[in-house]
């Protein structure tokens, strides 16, 4: 039986390996795809760049960079060049500098408000529960939270029309599993990127770095990106 097919979506499009796999994923399921690219502040602009590169491979009908100004209003050693990014993982129980305060919450607020305003189904975004950093707002209790949120916030429940549905297709499943599938769906992985460090390779001592790292590993894969990276690193002979 073929995937039930919805009318239209919006998707976060962080440029990284699983906002693409869920760009991916919503171009079969709810297309026409708009796509929302967010400037926040972030220490670096590299992952701009692959959303853009993101959105015009798989054709999306439309593409939005948004600036918000968050990075002086929050903090985060995302939004703060000067703090260090941490070098391991943090410890159990605790959540790490890379967390930037309610990000989820504003993002989806905005895409919330766009999916309603151009007659969109369902806001995709790419939260991960399983191997992800602790993030609050990267959880089933969030995704069901605002999902309550959505039906009271917007105007068509309101009048007997339809709900916009907020889903984290990936939200259960681990990093290699996000791989298999976006392998399954040709996720051009050449074109995403994960690193914090937003240097001209992947750092590779990230959290998100050896994320990325373990799912491509454990799934069997190889990650172009980390080709790319040694033979920018290779002197010159």
Not at 80 to 94: E, F, I, V
Not at 171 to 190: C, D, H, N, Q, T
């Amino acid at each position: 039986m073929s995937p039930r097919r919805e009318r239209g979506s919006v998707v976060l499009l962080s440029g990284g390996m699983d906002s693409a796999t869920v760009l991916a994923l919503a171009s079969r399921r709810s297309p026409p795809v708009h796509a929302l690219t967010f400037a926040y502040g972030q220490r670096h602009a590299r992952e701009l760049r692959s959303a853009r590169r993101l959105a015009h491979r798989f054709g999306v009908a439309a593409h939005q960079v948004v600036r918000l100004p968050l990075g002086a209003l929050v903090r985060s050693s995302l939004t703060q060049a000067r703090t260090p990014l941490p070098q391991r993982p943090a410890r159990s129980g605790t959540i790490p500098s890379t967390y930037v305060p309610a990000r989820n919450t504003i993002l989806l607020a905005i895409a919330l408000g766009y999916a309603e305003s151009h007659g969109l189904g369902t806001v995709y975004f790419g939260a991960n529960a399983v191997d992800y950093s602790g993030y609050p707002d990267c959880r089933p209790e969030f995704v069901r939270a605002f999902n309550a949120l959505a039906r009271r916030a917007v105007r068509s429940p309101q009048e007997g029309g339809r709900r916009i549905r907020v889903v984290a297709p990936l939200l259960r499943l681990s990093k290699a599993e996000i791989v298999r599938l976006g392998e399954r769906l040709g996720v051009p992985w050449e074109l995403t990127w994960s690193c914090y460090a937003g240097r001209q390779a992947p750092c590779g001592r990230c959290d998100s770095c050896r994320l990325r790292a373990r799912g491509f590993r454990v799934a069997g894969v190889r990650d172009p990106t980390v080709r790319v990276a040694r033979s920018a690193s290779s002197p010159v002979r």
